[in-house]
Structure formats: C-alpha cells, structure tokens
C-alpha cells in the first residue's frame, strides 16, 4: 500500500495532528501541476491538512477479518449484460471520407519533425 506518509514526511506517527507547511503544498501543486495563488495557499494548507487527518482516522479503523465487499448493500449483485457484438463493423464505410488510409488506419501527414 502506498503510504504518502514516509513519501513527503508530512506526519511520520499515526495519529500525530497533520499540519502542512506552504512548502508542502507548494511542492503537491507543483507535482500536481496546479497554479495556487498566495492567497489560496492558506485555504489549500488547511483543506489538505483535514484530509490528510481523516485519512489516518480511517487508517486506524479496525479492519481484520473484515471481507472485500463486491457491493456496499447486502445480497445485491450487479447485473451484467450478455457479452454479444450489437452493431455491425463499419470501419470501411466510416474510412471512405479520410483523405488517404492504408491498413485500416488513417494515415496523416507528420507535424513533429
């Protein structure tokens, strides 16, 4: 399991008080590739912090012995439709607009040198 605890050193303790610093959420904006404004920093500190905090909250729940559920309801199944084809191939018809095709595929001029 990925624990982003030990990858950004943000709270290495379980149940420590999660405080992200503004280089911590300079560094997630960055590798997020988010633009935070110096007044949005705070904001972001703040709700990252409380995210971060309910993470470890349900990191500490007792979960032993607990069976993966394929449905969060009890006796409810998800009902699955026949794997059978529905529509014909229409590949050539479709193809028959394009300029140049060659091998079922449409073939276009390069752009990136």
Do not use: C, W
């Amino acid at each position: 399991m990925y624990d982003f605890r030990q990858v950004f050193g943000i709270f290495p303790i379980p149940g420590a008080i999660v405080t992200l610093t503004r280089r911590d959420v300079e560094a997630i904006a960055h590798l997020a590739r988010l633009e935070i404004t110096e007044e949005e920093l705070p904001v972001y500190a703040g709700s990252l912090s409380r995210i971060l905090g309910f993470i470890d909250q349900l990191a500490a729940a007792p979960t032993e012995g607990v069976e993966p559920m394929a449905h969060p309801l009890e006796n409810q199944v998800q009902t699955l439709r026949d794997d059978i084809v529905t529509e014909s191939d229409h590949r050539d018809r479709y193809q028959g607009n394009a300029p140049v095709v060659g091998a079922g595929l449409y073939l276009v001029p390069k752009v990136i040198e």
